[in-house]
């Protein structure tokens, strides 16, 4: 059963963004210089939802802030978690904080994604950095009790940053080298596969995408017609997403990652071209978005 429909999962708006002086409370890192910052930032933990994201001051010395998205959220424990990858100077003075720094924040920002009661059966897609809202809304589905539990697939051409393992939950839909699952959802019974082109054992080669399009290909009319896509990753990725969709007849919301400034609205140095009923229009991506519906973002033809 689903919990009550598009506000089952409640979204951020700006009225509810923090600035806050989050302090680190753990760090771990993976291969591929890839990190997973624990943060307590307790006002931002209580308000964010799947597919929203936080703007962080990585170092007194770089003025402009990166934004992340939140993988996770516990708002008993105050806490979130953001996973990265380095890519320039910002996210490299991130990654050598240590427990009890303190980093200026804002968040949560932006709309999350919306689950839908008519469309129960979701698929949560992630690429690379898009990741991690990925694993917060397979979470916060499971938290939620909402059945299906969806089924999670990740693409990735580095190590995957989390502990891997061979699943016991049965995907008729993959071939049989396509085991490998991500061990923290197994454990709550959530159906995960990986896929990568770099030959990783276990996971599918190939395209995420084209793992995707296995598993809708394996599903009837009239389950078909209760999935939804749900997706987060590099421009290509989305696109192929987008279009997987539009072939299957399938609504899809997608979390884009757009060059940032100011992230609340007031800069438009993140807007995007959409298409709505009344034309083409620019939307911000730090507050109108950063979840879109796809067709909007890439629509068809
Ligand atoms: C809403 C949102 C959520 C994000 N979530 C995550 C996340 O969870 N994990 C993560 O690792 N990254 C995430 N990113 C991307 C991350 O914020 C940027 O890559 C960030 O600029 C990297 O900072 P840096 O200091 O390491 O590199 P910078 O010095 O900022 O950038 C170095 C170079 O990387 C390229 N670049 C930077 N930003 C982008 C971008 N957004 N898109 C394409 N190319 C870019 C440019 O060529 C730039 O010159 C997110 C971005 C947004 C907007
Ligand atoms: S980054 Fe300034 S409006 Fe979005």
Known sequence: MSPGGRSATAQSQRGSLFVEEAVVTDTRQYDGNQFVLRLYSPKCAAAATAGTFIHLRCDESIPMRRPLSIMRANAEEGSIEVLFKIVGDGLKALAKRQPGDRLSSIGPIGRGFAVRNARPRAVLIGGGVGIP?????????????????????MGSEL???????????????????????????????VCARLASQAGFAGAYRGYVSDLASRYLGSLSAGELAETELFACGPAPMLRAVAKLAGDFGLPCQIALEEYMACAVGGCAGCAVRITTGDGPAMKRVCVDGPVFEASQVFPAG
Do not use: K
């Not at 397979?138 to 939620?144: C, D, F, I, K, P």
């Open 133 to 153: 809202p990925m694993i917060f809304l397979a979470e916060q589905m499971h938290r939620q009790g909402w059945r299906p539990l969806p089924l999670v697939l």
């Open 159 to 189: 190590p995957y940053p989390f502990a891997c393992r061979r699943s016991n939950l049965a995907a008729g839909w993959a071939d049989g080298g396509t085991f490998q699952t991500i061990a923290s959802l197994e454990d709550l019974g």
